[in-house]
Structures are given as C-alpha cells and as structure tokens.
C-alpha cells in the first residue's frame, strides 16, 4: 500500500534548472516586446487633455485649478516643516534623557578625579604631616635589629620645630630577634638623646581576622610566649603616654603619633597597645595608606601614619630594607639580595639559611630556592620567588640580625637643652626598670645564631615630594665601595694621594703611584658573574 503524502511536494529545485527558466521568460518577453512594435501596438502614454478653448469660463478654471495645485504645494510643505519640527523635538528630548541617565555616571567620574591618589607620594608625605600636626607626642618607631638606619633625622628635626612643645619618644621594636646585650647597649646609646622603651609585639594578625573584634588574650600563657604570641612593654608605654596625659589639662584628650620607616611595627605596636587587631599589619610594605585614629584610653588617642617615604640617594642597602620602590617594582628584588649579602658575614649567612658556600648573589639564591623547594617547571630555580621571599625575612619580624651602636655625637639639630626639655618630667629610673622588666620576660637569641650586619647610619626621608634635588643620584656600588677602600686608606696612611691636574692642561705622561690593596676584598666576593659550568647537587 501506498503511503499517502502528508504535506505538499517542495517546490525547491536546483540552480541550473531556476536559472533556466530565468532565462526562457526574459527571452519570451523579448518576443513580445518585438512583436508589438512590429505590429504598431504600443500604448499611447496618458496626457492631460487640458481644458478645450470652446469651454466656457475657461480662464476661470485654470485660475482655480493653479490655486489648487499651490494650495497642496503650501500643505505639503507645512506638513514638511511639522515633520521636521517635530524630529527635532524628539532628538531634544532623547539627548535630555540620557544627559540626565549620563549625570549621576559624570559626577562620579569627577569626583573621582578629584579623590587624591592613595599610593602617591604626595599624599603618603601629606599623610605624615598630618600626624606630626595632630598629635601631641609623637613615637618614632625604630626596629632593634637596625635601630639606627631607622631614625629619619628629618623626621625628627620637623618634630622639635613644630609649635606646642611636641614631645618625641623613641620605641624599640622585635627585641625578641636582637641579642640582649646589644639591646641594652642601643638603650644606653639612644636615651642619650630621647626616652627609649623596649618593646616586642605579638604575632601580626591576617587580614581575614582583622575586621574582628577579638581579644588577642592567651589561654595558656606559657605556650603563647613560646609561640610568640605574648606582647612585652605595652605596660610601660601606657604608663608613660598616661604621665603625658596627666600634664594636659583636664577634660582634654592626648593625641599620639606612631611614624617610623615601612615594616619596623607601627601598626603592630597600636594593636598590642587596643589589645584588637584595629590596624591591618603584615610583611607587605606600604600597607597602611592614611592616618588612622584610634581611641586606646579614656584620654589617649593613637594616630597610625603611612611609612615615611626613603630618599632616592640613600645607600642600597637602605633602600633595600626601608624603600617602596622594592615592593613597587622599580628596584629589582635580586639586585636587593646581593647588596644585603654584601653586608652580612658569609659564614652567619650559611648557618642561618642551611645552604653551602656560594661565591655570588645568583649562586645564593638558586641554593636557597632549591632548599626551600621554590622550583618552576623542569626543576629550575625560582630566584624571584627565593629573592622575595628573603627580603620578606630581612623586613618581617623572623630573621635574627643586630648592628653594632657607635659613639657619637649629638646631631645638628640636637642640643643639651632640647635633651633636657625631652626628659622634662619623666623618671628615668623607673623608665630602666621598666625596660629590665620586659627584658626580663623576653627570650632573646645569642650572638651565634644571629647575623653581624654592617648598618649604614641614619636614612633619610622625604615629608615634601618637592624636597627630592633632581640631579642628586644615589651613588653606585662602585662608588660605595671606593669610599670604603677611601676610608681604610686614610686609616692606614695619608701620603699616597693623587696629583691633581688643572682641567685645561694637556700631559703628556700620566704617571699613577701605588695604591694599597684590600686583601679582604677579593673577586670571589666582589664579583656577581654567574659561573655555569659549576653543576649543584
């Protein structure tokens, strides 16, 4: 049986055969077209007869008939104009429409534009400014380890120059990572100048948890201060800023500055003091971007401030430590490395990090990176990662390492009357005890497992952008290390010294005298050239 259709047959086909016919149909109508004119039969076109000249009143009706046609012109073009009117009445309201939509989106934009850049150096030194202004006593935070590439002598000089009598107190942090004897030692050194308090911090809080209002407590007090959870010296620092306090007159509130260098604890020493992660710390420099008030008593209030920007002509290894531009990108992390493993002892290096000989930078950081296991794809060595990761224990509160304090003199800006107006009603003996006290409760590491670093003396800071000199450069590891060999020279003798020469006179024999040679610095130090046909186990 036939399975009947249940819907018509397609009428599609395919290309030949449409153009095909096509084709047949235009020749057909060819044909006809031929034929017709063959035949006469074309069709005569239509036209207006126009009204015969028998016709009556026939001027009349042509008159009328113009009138009518311009009457229809006027409409049609009366009827153009309200089109057209009425068109740009709707644009008008379209372009209101959306100015109104694009209003709210413009005035965001320029507000904006006119909020003040947050990683900028002049809003970073602005801030500081601020905190100086503001507060009635001003702590300059200083890490143990270096306390005195710490100190920013323009920091210090802004603060005595200020109006009000500003008081400046110096604070001692990560004392737990410092041999105890060179603790005491830089107390006795700095309070020379101002009142110093020792104090260490209790472990940074993440970011996670910094938004919660817990209690930093510990349960088991023996194994928190095994861990390092513990705070030291918050008790003295209170009872000091509380003396300060007492001097004000009653009702009103004292206001405390904590500024310092990136990653010394300023931010840790405000939470141990409110006792609650109120400030977000960590090893990442730069973190705190404004100043931040925090009420701690019912009459001190704590202002946390920015890290003071470092000075482009500091020596490298105080860029390295306390600079920006590390964490910014613009110095390169490995050309930090090297310069802080020229500073330290190579042998307190090896015992510190478990790694073996290694005669440059490149060598130190592929067998870092291969103990810690920081490998890319193949097995090859990150030495970005190991870098960043070693400048992260150098600025964090975990490498132990110490400098030894130097006798000098007073600064410039110092005297024996500002010395006298800084210790102005305090008791320095009950200042010591404190200080013993917290010593006392700290474990301290020993000379042997901590490393001998060479500081570089007070860092400069920048408080105005403007104060950076355009052609003043920080001076190149040659030129650091000629003024060095300069300096052992004119220790050893002061008679071999080169002739000078008038700029205009024309030798022609250059005679050179002999130069005394270093020993101690020999080209396996010295010389950062990478050595690849040396194969690592």
């Known amino acids: 049986m036939k399975r009947p259709k249940l819907r018509k047959a397609s009428k599609r086909m395919s290309c030949a055969k449409r153009y095909k016919i096509q084709k047949k149909v235009r020749e057909h109508n060819r044909k006809l077209k031929k034929d017709a004119k063959k035949k006469g039969l074309k069709k005569p076109s239509k036209k207006d007869p126009g009204v015969p000249n028998s016709a009556p009143f026939k001027e009349e009706v042509l008159r009328e008939a113009e009138q009518r046609r311009l009457q229809i012109e006027e409409e049609k073009e009366r009827r153009k104009q309200a089109s057209k009117l009425e068109r740009a009445q709707k644009r008008k309201k379209e372009k209101e429409a959306a100015s109104k939509q694009a209003e709210p989106k413009a005035k965001k934009a320029r507000q904006e534009e006119k909020r003040p850049d947050k990683t ?28 005195l590439g710490c100190r920013c002598p323009q920091l210090e000089e802004a603060v005595l120059q200020r109006a009000g009598n500003k ?222 990761v070693f400048l992260d224990d150098w600025t964090g509160p975990k490498l132990s390492y110490h400098c030894k304090p130097l006798n000098s003199s007073l600064p410039i800006y110092m005297s024996d009357a500002v010395v006298t107006e800084m210790w102005n009603g305090l008791d320095r003996n009950q200042l010591n005890v404190g200080n013993e006290n917290t010593m006392s409760s700290v474990k301290f590491p020993n000379h042997a497992s901590s490393i001998s670093f060479t500081s570089k003396g007070p860092t400069a800071g920048l408080l105005v952008v403007s104060d950076i000199p355009k052609e003043e450069q920080r001076p190149t590891e040659k030129e650091e290390q000629n003024n060095d060999i300069k300096t052992k020279e004119s220790a050893e003798t002061n008679t071999d010294e080169p002739e000078e020469v008038a700029p205009q006179e024309k030798t022609k024999h250059v005679h050179f005298k002999s130069v005394p040679i270093d020993i101690s610095l020999s080209t396996g130090a010295t010389d950062d050239a990478y050595d690849f046909n040396t194969d690592f186990v």
């Open 120 to 147: 900028s150096k002049q809003f970073l030194c602005s801030q500081v400014n601020r905190v100086i202004d503001a507060a009635d006593v001003v702590i300059e935070v200083l890490d143990a380890r270096d306390p």
């Open 167 to 388: 008081k400046l107190l110096l604070v001692l942090t990560k004392i737990d990572l410092v041999p105890k004897a060179n603790v005491e030692l830089w107390i006795q050194r700095l309070q020379q100048e101002f009142p110093v308090v020792a104090f260490k911090a209790s472990l940074p809080v993440s970011r996670k948890t910094a938004n919660k209002k817990r209690r930093l407590g510990a349960s088991n007090e023996i194994l928190d201060q095994s861990r390092g959870a513990a705070c030291f010296g918050n008790t003295v620092l209170t009872e000091l800023l509380t003396s300060y306090a007492a001097s004000k007159p009653e009702g009103s509130t004292l206001r405390v500055g904590i500024v310092g260098f990136p990653n010394v604890g300023k931010s840790s020493l405000i939470n141990c003091l409110k006792e609650s992660p109120v400030c977000i710390a960590g090893v990442e420099r730069g973190i705190t971007k404004t100043m931040q008030e925090v009420h701690v008593l019912s009459n001190v209030n704590l202002l946390d401030s920015p890290g003071i920007l470092a000075c482009p002509s500091n020596a490298a290894a105080s860029l390295a430590l306390r600079s920006l531009q590390v964490e910014e990108g613009e110095e390169k992390v490995q050309e930090a490395v090297r310069t802080l493993l020229k500073q330290c002892d190579k042998s307190q290096v090896m015992l510190q990090y478990y790694v073996a000989n290694y005669r440059n930078a490149v060598e130190f950081l592929t067998l870092f990176a291969q103990k810690r296991g920081f490998l890319q794809k193949g097995g090859v060595p990150n030495l970005a990662q190991a870098a960043s």
